[in-house]
């Protein structure tokens, strides 16, 4: 359901690559996964448009970074379709990727005149793992067996835990 996308503000891609402006800035979430993305989208800019990109990754969660794009101190940055759903438009959860894409590209763009790029090419959903000596001695292979297997220590990130398609969806 959560398909990566790059989500930009048009216009600035647009002046940079005729010249109007001297750089791109790209900006990232607060985690791993999130700065690995934002500097290989920096690296191919770079690379395929010869524009220099300054970056601003690590800057905060969704919505530090959402506002960040609104407010135009960076141009664009990796978001998730199904984050920018209900995070930041405050829509429940749906399971259909490419419906969550068309309403998605067409609030953000009717609300602040973003433009919503297509995706990234690779699903984004969350996972379990456990150790594989705890899987070998429970018999685990699905989350049923795991919900059956005892106490666990849960390690997410926070958004994770407030999200309705997160830990609340389990």
């Avoid at 969550?100 to 919503?116: D, P």
Wanted: charged fraction near 20%; proline fraction near 4%; hydrophobic fraction near 45%.
């Amino acid at each position: 359901m959560d398909r990566t996308t790059i989500i930009a503000c048009l216009s600035g891609l647009l002046l940079a690559s005729c010249g109007g402006r001297a750089r791109i800035v790209v900006g990232s979430k607060n985690f791993t996964e999130q700065v690995v993305l934002g500097e290989i989208l920096a690296q191919q800019i770079e690379r395929r448009m010869g524009v220099p990109v300054e970056r601003r990754l690590n800057l905060g969660g969704t919505l530090l970074a959402h506002e960040a794009l609104v407010r135009g101190s960076i141009d664009l940055y990796p978001e998730y379709t199904g984050t920018a759903l209900m995070a930041v438009l405050k829509r429940p959860p749906a399971g259909d990727p490419a419906a969550v894409l068309a309403a998605v590209r067409a609030a953000y763009h009717s609300e602040w005149k973003l433009a919503w790029l297509s995706p990234l090419g690779f699903n984004n959903t969350f996972a379990m793992i456990v150790r594989t000596e705890t899987a070998r001695a429970g018999h685990l292979a699905t989350l049923s067996d795991a919900a059956r297997y005892g106490a666990w220590r849960l390690g997410v990130g926070y958004e994770f835990e407030q999200r309705p398609d997160g830990l609340a969806g389990c």
